[in-house]
């Protein structure tokens, strides 16, 4: 069975940081590429930053120098610290993974961060 867990979500304020974490199982996390998209309310899911299966990254601009996606392959891991939280970035994020190979893609369930002071 397929699971992506986040965790890490939470209430922060203005300026605050915050890191997400999303474990991996049931799948063969070397071969998926994993990401981080969010949802805020009436509003379509897009894509934060993604990770491929090789490490190289690549971020929505709106996150540029303040989000860092990193993935741990020894823990199946991936993490997105945030630094500089707005109230813009309030919504729900999601964690993705992706494989070509494996033609299949998974989503996890979604933690919500909100940015208020």
């Known amino acids: 069975q397929v699971q992506l867990v986040e965790s890490g979500g939470g209430l922060v304020q203005p300026g605050g940081s915050l890191r997400l974490s999303c474990a991996a199982s049931?799948?063969?996390?070397?071969?998926?590429?994993m990401g981080w998209y969010r949802q805020a309310p009436g509003k379509q899911r897009e894509v934060v930053a993604m990770?491929?299966?090789?490490?190289?990254?690549t971020y929505a601009d709106f996150v540029k120098g303040r989000f860092t996606i990193t993935r741990d392959n020894t823990k199946n891991t991936i993490y997105l610290s945030m630094d500089n939280l707005q109230p813009e970035d309030t919504a729900v994020y999601y964690c993705?993974?992706?494989?070509?190979?494996?033609?299949?893609?998974?989503w996890g369930q979604g933690t919500q961060i909100t940015v208020a002071s």
């Open positions: 993705k993974s992706q494989s070509v190979m494996e033609q299949a893609v998974h």
């Open positions: 049931g799948i063969r996390y070397a071969l998926y590429a």
């Open positions: 990770i491929t299966e090789g490490g190289t990254t």
